[in-house]
């Protein structure tokens, strides 16, 4: 694994590791690496899937989704626990969670939450985010996240939010185009100016993921192809920057390898166009 | 002081800032999080409207992975089984796993729906009869 920076692993491109597609994924070629869901695996008993793919010098990379490092509690020490030991199981050279709350007041919301963008919410994030940094063994990168709804409180966009935990903790960052056109369809987010503020050089890697519009409002549904206006995203991104890893997620609805693998050349495409521009 | 003392403290440390901070915060995510997934008002200065898009979102996703984690459930109920999970979500908020949302559900069903087609299977699928048979395994993750 090469480092390009700051200690950035060079991933290359990858896809997300589900169980339903991982003989799919493991005769994918050129595959450079992996994401694993965190909660589903268990340290003790990696999927016999995932060995056979490390034993191939693909990195796994443990996504965590359930941290809520966005909430006003104090992470959950036992959460951050397992997610190190994942991390440890796969030899992970870092570990993803999203800007987001995932619960409070005693209930699961069962998804991610965008979090109030304000200037007192960037206080606890920041420390969220320093303890989770000490108790994991690798470093931490943080995923824009999609949202619906937008709070009262923001006085900051995601992308100036962001630059400040990169600047008072040193997380890094998983940028989400997907996100950011889910945002762009049904916030309004200006995804040019959005990307003008992200400080560039913290960018672990970026997702690439498919979605729905219907009724002027896009859902990200990770159970379709991946269309023209997110991969316009990530070339508006790589115009920016070479991101050092880019993956793409499917969750549902599976299709054939072939098509699997159809989507992940065109990725390749998009980047390879960039290296042809510089 | 324990060890999980030591991390507990860590989040205030003294820090008046950090303890306003997390109160306050607390405070409005408990609210919006009600307002999605337990049927609260919608908090101050929040769109109404984009607030019902982002609850519609989270009782979608809920009734997805429960027909994800019983696949048999779904299929039971058929063309029955969104209109049924809406009701059924709206009136009970989620607060065990899927496999147990998924149980809770079908007595609900069972318990609200008198006169259906789906009504024997779904008995059997939650009761079994006849243990003696050897039961089908599901292809549950």
């Known amino acids: 694994m090469k480092s390009v920076g700051s200690g950035t692993p060079r991933l290359g491109v990858g896809i997300g590791w589900r169980s339903e597609i991982d003989t799919a994924v493991e005769r994918l070629p050129d595959l450079d690496w992996v994401e694993v869901v965190a909660e589903n695996i268990c340290a003790g008993h990696l999927p016999e899937s995932l060995h056979a793919l490390r034993a191939r010098g693909v990195t796994v990379v443990p996504h965590g989704v359930s941290l809520g490092l966005g909430g006003a509690e104090l992470p959950d020490r036992g959460r951050l626990a397992r997610l190190a030991e994942v991390a ?29 963008r304000s200037r007192e919410s960037l206080v606890v994030i920041a420390e969220n985010i320093r303890i989770a940094q000490q108790e994991l063994p690798v470093p931490l990168a943080l995923e824009n996240v999609a949202a619906h709804l937008r709070w009262p409180e923001d006085e900051l966009t995601e992308g100036q939010f962001l630059a400040e935990l ?65 991969l316009e995203v990530l070339a508006e991104l790589c115009a920016r920057t070479d991101p050092p890893g880019v993956l793409l997620e499917r969750d549902e609805n599976f299709p054939p390898p072939a098509e699997l693998a159809g989507e992940l050349a065109e990725i390749r495409r998009v980047l390879e166009r960039r290296v042809q521009h510089v | 002081m324990s060890e999980q003392d030591e991390y507990l403290r860590r989040g205030e440390g003294g820090d008046a800032e950090l303890v306003v901070a997390r109160a306050g915060l607390a405070h409005r ?20 409207a984009q607030v019902r898009i982002q609850a519609e979102g989270l009782a979608a996703k809920r009734r997805d992975t ?29 607060t065990g796993g899927y496999r147990a949302d998924a ?30 048979r050897p039961r089908r395994r599901w292809g549950i993750r």
Request: without cysteine; negative net charge; charged residues 20%.
């Open chain 1, 88 to 116: 440890e199981a796969v030899a992970a050279p870092l570990v993803t969670e999203h800007l987001a709350f995932v619960r409070a007041g005693g209930l699961e919301a069962g998804h991610l939450l965008p979090v109030p």
């Open chain 1, 166 to 230: 990169v600047e008072r903790t040193g997380v890094r960052l998983l940028i989400d185009v997907a996100n950011l056109h889910t945002n762009r369809v049904n916030l309004g987010l200006d995804v040019t100016a959005e990307l003008d503020r992200l400080p560039l050089e913290a960018i672990a890697y970026v997702h690439v993921a498919g979605g729905v519009e219907r009724d002027g409002v896009w859902h990200d549904t990770h159970a379709h192809p991946v269309g023209a206006p997110v």
């Open chain 2, 29 to 48: 995510q408990a609210a919006l999080v009600a307002a999605l997934v337990d049927g609260g008002p919608v908090p101050e200065g929040f769109d109404p």
């Open chain 2, 66 to 94: 429960v027909a994800r984690v019983a696949p048999e459930l779904a299929a039971i109920l058929g063309e029955a089984y969104h209109p049924l999970f809406r009701r059924y979500a709206a009136q009970h908020r989620q």
């Open chain 2, 103 to 132: 149980r809770a559900f079908a007595e609900w069903a069972l318990a609200h729906e008198a006169a259906t087609p789906w009504r024997g299977a779904l008995g059997q699928w939650l009761r079994p009869a006849d243990e003696r």
